[in-house]
């Protein structure tokens, strides 16, 4: 069955890095995006970034220029590398894998993605 493991969360103090890892399994990697989404308490769940098996990327404004997804094909795994971390930041991390085109012109909604990872939380405080 398809699975996806968050891994790498924590807490960080303002301005540091962490990289989170999102390994899967149960299906064919190379034919899906996988997507970053984050939930901070008495929030809705947003958008962080996505990556097409095409080499597509998307990043929601917030995170932008501060994270970066890469994927790992002979891994089944996604990376999102976090730099320059906020406290706003501070939520925790879930992975979802989607069809392909989710990823394509821009980043498709939460409700449309079927499978989740349990997620992981990251906390930026000093």
């Known amino acids: 069955q398809v699975q996806l493991v968050e891994s790498g969360g924590g807490l960080v103090q303002p301005g540091g890095s962490l990289r989170l890892s999102c390994a899967t399994s149960g299906f064919i990697f190379d034919y899906y995006t996988i997507a970053w989404f984050r939930q901070a308490p008495g929030k809705e769940r947003e958008g962080v970034s996505c990556?097409?098996?095409?080499?597509?990327?998307h990043y929601a404004d917030a995170v932008k220029g501060r994270f970066t997804i890469s994927r790992d094909n002979a891994k089944n795994t996604v990376y999102l590398q976090m730099n320059s971390l906020k406290p706003e930041d501070t939520a925790i991390y879930y992975c979802?894998?989607?069809?392909?085109?989710?990823?394509?012109?821009?980043?498709?909604?939460?409700?449309?993605?079927?499978?989740w990872g349990q997620g992981t939380q990251v906390t930026v405080s000093s």
């Open positions: 990556s097409a098996s095409d080499g597509n990327t």
């Open positions: 979802a894998q989607g069809f392909d085109y989710y990823c394509s012109t821009s980043m498709s909604p939460a409700y449309r993605y079927n499978y």
